[in-house]
DNA sequence: GACTGCCTACCAACTGGTAGATAGCGTCTA
DNA sequence: TAGACGCTATCTACCAGTTGGTAGGCAGTC
């Protein structure tokens, strides 16, 4: 197993541990007998817990920011790229997982700094991507907004956010669609 | 000390530390330091952290339908019944903690199968609780709803859920009033 | 004299983290 | 081309500190 391999199933079993049980609640132990290596071995990729809780939100906002991007340049609409990314929730919500930052922030006061931060900065990006593509919608007369696209950004994260935990808590992945969409269809016109 | 003084003593401090850091990061050392009482002597009023746990949950539920029952009875309009409700989430964000039962969803998976049970409770009553003060406002034709008002109470709970996470991630309480009160606003008739 | 609330003194299990050894794999050089 | 060298990934064995939890004692109260 080359080093790429082993710290990528790391990264992949970490954000899973982490977006089911949270931040504390798991250890190096439990990786260890996920990705099947020694707890002494995960040390070798990551040295500290804060370096692999660090990777992970790093490889996640990565991830976030390359198909915000994608579905910035694609020539889909206004509405449709709102729903797209709503998507992104509802999806992860049905394999089981928490929206990343928002099983971090529950823990925010027990996280060190260096990852607090990394989740302010997720957040703040989330909100700047969706007022971007709100404001654009209403320049191109895709939409028709109530408030500022800055209120209505962050309805939209708020809601999406708010409807994992919903969905999370009653384990009941539907939720979250009915939630997000007719704020959406509200906004278009 | 009377038993009732330490045990909620103990359980105030317990949930401020639930509600900022969350469950799995919180421990019986943190809570003898705040309550200056020796960590054996928690387990004489809470023999176990699950123990713990479930009367935290039970007493903020208590408390909560204590305060729904109250607004529900109250002469005010269905608007500022849910205006109110809202203020309950905004508040607590002010005092610096986060909603409790959106803190513990974050560590469900972790959460001992009792626990999981109260917090999937804890939404549902909420979720009732706010579709029938909609229906009841919308009988009254106070509000005026889009959809059904299990949709609506779906909304306005995860709007709140969300902005707190928003706001608790930001370290900006305020943002939860913008987000909840057009919503309510945009229903009111 | 039973009960209550708290104490000191433990416990095994687990936490994140370290030390040091070993095996395998390239690369540079004699 | 043989072999020495260094690097990487992993291992076993360990560490001190913390975890939730227990045993048993003791002082005050009903």
Same mark, same amino acid.
């Given at each position: 197993?080359?080093?790429?391999?082993?710290?990528?199933?790391?990264?992949?079993?970490?954000?899973?541990?982490?977006?089911?049980?949270?931040?504390?609640?798991?250890?190096?132990?439990?990786?260890?007998?996920?990705?099947?290596?020694?707890?002494?071995?995960?040390?070798?990729?990551?040295?500290?817990?804060?370096?692999?809780?660090?990777?992970?939100?790093?490889?996640?906002?990565?991830?976030?920011?390359?198909?915000?991007? &994608?579905? /910035?340049?694609? =020539?889909?609409? #206004?509405?449709?790229? $709102?729903?797209?990314? +709503?998507?992104?929730?509802?999806?992860? !919500?049905?394999?089981?997982?928490?929206?990343?930052?928002?099983?971090?922030?529950?823990?925010?006061?027990?996280?060190?700094?260096?990852?607090?931060?990394?989740?302010?900065?997720?957040?703040?990006?989330?909100?700047?991507?969706? &007022?971007? /593509?709100?404001? =654009?919608?209403? #320049?191109?007369?895709? $939409?028709?907004?109530? +408030?500022?696209?800055?209120?209505?950004? !962050?309805?939209?994260?708020?809601?999406?956010?708010?409807?994992?935990?919903?969905?999370?808590?009653?384990?009941?992945?539907?939720?979250?669609?009915?939630?997000?969409?007719?704020?959406?269809?509200?906004?278009?016109?």
């Amino acid at each position: 197993m080359t080093n790429l391999d082993t710290k990528s199933a790391l990264l992949t079993e970490a954000e899973t541990l982490v977006r089911t049980m949270g931040y504390a609640a798991f250890s190096y132990a439990d990786l260890s007998d996920r990705v099947g290596i020694r707890k002494a071995s995960i040390h070798h990729h990551f040295p500290t817990k804060e370096t692999l809780g660090n990777a992970l939100i790093d490889g996640y906002l990565e991830r976030f920011i390359t198909r915000l991007d &994608e579905l /910035t340049a694609s =020539d889909a609409d #206004a509405r449709s790229k $709102l729903l797209t990314y +709503g998507d992104f929730f509802a999806g992860s !919500l049905e394999d089981g997982l928490m929206p990343l930052c928002g099983a971090l922030a529950a823990d925010a006061a027990y996280l060190p700094a260096s990852m607090q931060r990394r989740v302010k900065k997720f957040f703040e990006l989330h909100l700047s991507w969706l &007022e971007r /593509t709100l404001r =654009d919608g209403v #320049a191109q007369r895709q $939409l028709a907004l109530t +408030g500022t696209p800055h209120k209505s950004a !962050l309805l939209l994260l708020s809601a999406l956010q708010g409807a994992s935990v919903v969905a999370w808590a009653l384990r009941d992945p539907t939720v979250v669609k009915p939630v997000f969409k007719p704020l959406v269809e509200a906004m278009a016109r």
